[in-house]
């Protein structure tokens, strides 16, 4: 009688873990690390073209509006992060608009238009990672 308790008793523990585990990915949201993901492999892009110093405008340009699209969504990627956050975020949105419309044209230029965009980003990382 006692085993037999015990062996219900592990089994109602047993699908009661599974349905909670089940709940909590159902309800995981993989976009907010999509839209960094994605923001970081642009950001790569355009940093082995300045390590290779091969620094095509038109090149530059689509990489910069990709970022800048993304940046984009991260407001809704990031329904419930704080204002702050969302400052930043915004922040990001203008330093891309801002290196976008300034269309480096080399290398040099690429660097400079990229400052203020690693900045935000890394103030960013600092206090939300």
Request: proline share 5%; net charge neutral; aromatic share 4%.
């Amino acid at each position: 009688m006692r085993a037999a308790l015990l062996i219900v008793l592990g089994l109602a523990i047993g699908i009661i873990g599974t349905v909670f585990t089940m709940r909590a990915l159902d309800e995981r949201n993989p976009l907010p690390h999509a839209v960094m993901v994605t923001m970081g492999f642009h950001r790569h892009q355009l940093q082995e073209a300045l390590k290779g110093q091969h620094c095509d405008a038109t090149a530059n340009l689509a990489q910069l509006q990709h970022m800048q699209m993304i940046a984009g969504d991260i407001p809704a990627a990031f329904l419930d992060a704080p204002q702050q956050f969302q400052d930043l975020a915004s922040h990001l949105r203008s330093a891309l608009q801002t290196a976008a419309q300034s269309a480096p044209a080399d290398c040099p230029a690429m660097t400079a238009a990229l400052k203020p965009v690693d900045g935000v980003c890394k103030e960013c990382h600092q206090q939300f990672r």
